[in-house]
Structure formats: structure tokens, C-alpha cells
């Protein structure tokens, strides 16, 4: 999920390897920036990140010819420009993850969850999956517990550009150092020749995934529920009202007597819910 990094304002024009100048991000541009990602993404946008918008919409500007920040905003205001509006988001979100985050999770699963579906089938949504480190780390917990059986993931993000990465289950070697070592032996193949250097995901978990585009602010479109839902490093970028938002789309989502995991920096504290806390950062919906 998006985590943009600070430096300091700019103050320079900027130019490109032809030597076009790219007029300064003005502070009314930025804000319309700052305007666009929270009301398309819920991202609250920090005043001091205008340096980091900047940065990283440079290259975009100079591939399309455009000198002024005013003039890009002008072109992905336009009606027909969806695609842009897209790569945009793309471009201001960086979703920065790694195999077996927050272990302790993953420990509940296996240990207190999965026993009640050995023979009955679960489905679980990561719903903030970025590059796929998280579902692909949560198939292996569900193979782990119920063998290749009945269950089923979801994995949504609201970039198309890290779903693409998930899409192809290839990671450097590097991403893995945290998951336990039978699982990388028994659940990754290592990268040869070309490869060297990365592991690919056993197909057999792979086909167990499905990747969809999708914004937490917005109900998932197809009626399914979820026994398992993971929202972990996600709160943390939004406000209270949006954060409000996002659970009241969520929680529809999780079948009774589900379960809604969050990170441990995170809480529902202000949220209107229904959800009880089983322990802190883990919640679950009352049975019928």
C-alpha cells in the first residue's frame, strides 16, 4: 500500500536530457494533486510531500511533451483521460512490502483460525495486496493448515501496475528472507541462469489467486463474502472520515463470524463497526 517518502521543496526549473525546462510545481498545483489523490484513492497527502509529487511526475511530463505541472493536471481533468488518471495514481502510490510481514498474524491463522475449516471451505480477500508479497505469503499459511483444499484468494489493489507484478509471482530472492525456510523450499522455485536471483511461486498456489483492480472506498461489485480479510498498512495513510468510509464498504465483505485483520500500528479506534476485537489488530464479526 502507498508509503511516499519526503525530501525538500523545489525551487529550480528542471530539465530533462534535452535540456526542456520544466517549470516549478507551484504550491495551488500541488494542492490540486494533493485534491485528486484523496478524493480518487482516500490517500491524505502530507503539505510537506510536495517535493516527493514532483519527483515523481517529472519523467511523465517530459515523456509527454509537457513543460508546466498546470497543463498535466489540465489533461487528466478531461473527461475521456481515465487511463491517465490511472498511471497517475500509479505514479504518487509506492507500496512497499515483503514476504511474511507481521508474522504474529500469520501465527493466528494457522493456530486459531484454519482448525474450524478442515473440511469446509474458506475464501479470504487481501485487500490491499500490493505486488502480491502478502497474498502469496497468506497461500502458503492456507496450504500450511488445509493442504491444497477448499480455499480460496482474492487479492485487490488499487494500482494496476504492482497487481501486474503479483500477476507474475516473481520476486527477487531478497523480498523472501523472512519467511520460514521449509516454506521457501517448499512452496518457491528458485530462479535459474537468467533467473538467478529471484524465486517464482509454485503454480499450484499461484492458480489458487485471483487479482482484481479495485478502491477500498468503493463495495466489492460482486456479492461475495470472506471468512478472512486482511486490511494490514492501509488505515494508516487515511483519515478518520475516510477510514470510516473504507469499513463501512469493507464489512459487508466478511461473512459472520469472519475475521478482519489490521496492523499492529493500526487501530479501529473512532470507527463505527460491528466488528469485536479479539485481540489487538484482530477483530471478527458476530456469528448469525
Not at 8 to 33: K, M, V
Not at 65 to 85: C, K, T, V
Not at 102 to 122: K, N, R, S, T
Not at 234 to 248: C, G, H, N
Request: hydrophobic share 35%; proline share 8%; net charge positive.
Amino acid at each position: 500500500m502507498p508509503n511516499p517518502d519526503p525530501p525538500a521543496p523545489i525551487t529550480q526549473p528542471s530539465h530533462d536530457e534535452g535540456g526542456t525546462e520544466i517549470l516549478p510545481l507551484e504550491e495551488a498545483e500541488f494542492e490540486r494533486f494533493r485534491t485528486f489523490i484523496r478524493e480518487r484513492a482516500g490517500i491524505s497527502l502530507a503539505p510537506h510531500k510536495h517535493q516527493m509529487v514532483s519527483a515523481r511526475l517529472q519523467r511523465r511530463l517530459r515523456h509527454l511533451g509537457m513543460r508546466s505541472f498546470g497543463e498535466y493536471l489540465d489533461r487528466i481533468a478531461a473527461p475521456d483521460n481515465g487511463a491517465e488518471r490511472q498511471h497517475l495514481i500509479d505514479l504518487l502510490t509506492t507500496n512497499e512490502t515483503y514476504f511474511y510481514r507481521e508474522p504474529a498474524h500469520f501465527d493466528f491463522i494457522l493456530q486459531q483460525i484454519l482448525p474450524d475449516y478442515h473440511g469446509h471451505p474458506l475464501r479470504a480477500w487481501s485487500a490491499a495486496c500490493s505486488s502480491g508479497e502478502e497474498v502469496y505469503t497468506l497461500a502458503m499459511t492456507l496450504a500450511e493448515g488445509l493442504g491444497l483444499g477448499q480455499w480460496d484468494i482474492l487479492g485487490t489493489d488499487i494500482s494496476s501496475r504492482v497487481l501486474d507484478q503479483a500477476r507474475r509471482a516473481l520476486y527477487p530472492l531478497d523480498r523472501a528472507k523472512r519467511l520460514p525456510r521449509p516454506w521457501l523450499e517448499k512452496y518457491c522455485l528458485k530462479g535459474v541462469r537468467s533467473q538467478a536471483g529471484n524465486l517464482l511461486i509454485d503454480p499450484r498456489l499461484k492458480g489458487r489467486v485471483r487479482l482484481l483492480q479495485h478502491n477500498l472506498m468503493q463495495p466489492l461489485s460482486q456479492q461475495q463474502t470472506f471468512e478472512l480479510v486482511l486490511l494490514r498498512n492501509v488505515l494508516i495513510y487515511f483519515d478518520l472520515p475516510t477510514k470510516q468510509r473504507v469499513l463501512d464498504a469493507l464489512t459487508p465483505s466478511i461473512a459472520p463470524g469472519g475475521y478482519l485483520l489490521i496492523s499492529h500500528v493500526e487501530s479501529l479506534q473512532g470507527i463505527r463497526t460491528d466488528l469485536h476485537m479479539v485481540r489487538p489488530s484482530i477483530f471478527r464479526k458476530p456469528p448469525h
